[in-house]
């Protein structure tokens, strides 16, 4: 399967709602399928490494990073470039971001880091079950928890 690109057309970044960082192309379509299925796929960015991660939230040309519509951040940790637990530091650590929800979603259940993740901030951690239709339920819950029942602080 192709990896899918990032969807970001048509959509700011003060729009995005949901930003995946999946580097696995087959988690990362399946992510977006659920979110398809459950209608919540109108304002979702894809981003498969932490340094693209990192350049979105922390664009080059000084712009401000992506805040204002954004209800959560699905990270994985093992990533190309720059890892998640990496990326989660520098999310929490800056200002600008420490307050976007980030819930990681990943296949390690490894203690070191799942402490790690939650010593950085995260607001939950979630490993990735192995079956197809378990991971399904759970990307649909975590969508339906983080867009529709979590209430976050007025920008």
Do not use: C, Q, Y
């Given at each position: 399967m192709m990896a899918p690109s990032p969807?970001?057309?048509?959509?700011?970044?003060?729009?995005?709602?949901?930003?995946?960082?999946?580097d696995n192309p087959n988690d990362a379509e399946l992510i977006l399928r659920?979110?398809?299925?459950?209608?919540?796929?109108?304002q979702i960015v894809l981003l498969q490494d932490g340094?693209?991660?990192?350049?979105?939230?922390?664009?080059?040309?000084?712009?401000?990073?992506?805040?204002?519509?954004l209800r959560v951040v699905l990270l994985d940790l093992k990533l190309p470039t720059v890892d998640g637990i990496e990326v989660?530091?520098?999310?929490?650590?800056?200002?600008?971001?420490?307050?976007?929800?980030?819930?990681?979603?990943t296949s390690s259940s490894e203690d070191r880091d799942i402490k790690d993740a939650y010593a950085l901030g995260v607001n939950s951690y979630v490993t990735k079950p192995?079956?197809?239709?378990?991971f399904a339920k759970a990307v649909a819950d975590l969508g339906l928890y983080w867009l529709m029942l979590n209430k976050l602080p007025a920008q």
């Open positions: 969807r970001r057309e048509g959509t700011t970044p003060a729009e995005v709602e949901i930003v995946v960082v999946e659920v979110f398809r299925k459950h209608n919540m796929a109108n340094a693209e991660t990192l350049d979105f939230f922390f664009p080059r040309d000084g712009a401000a990073p992506p805040s204002a519509a989660l530091r520098r999310l929490k650590s800056d200002g600008r971001t420490w307050s976007i929800p980030v819930v990681v979603v192995i079956k197809f239709d378990e």
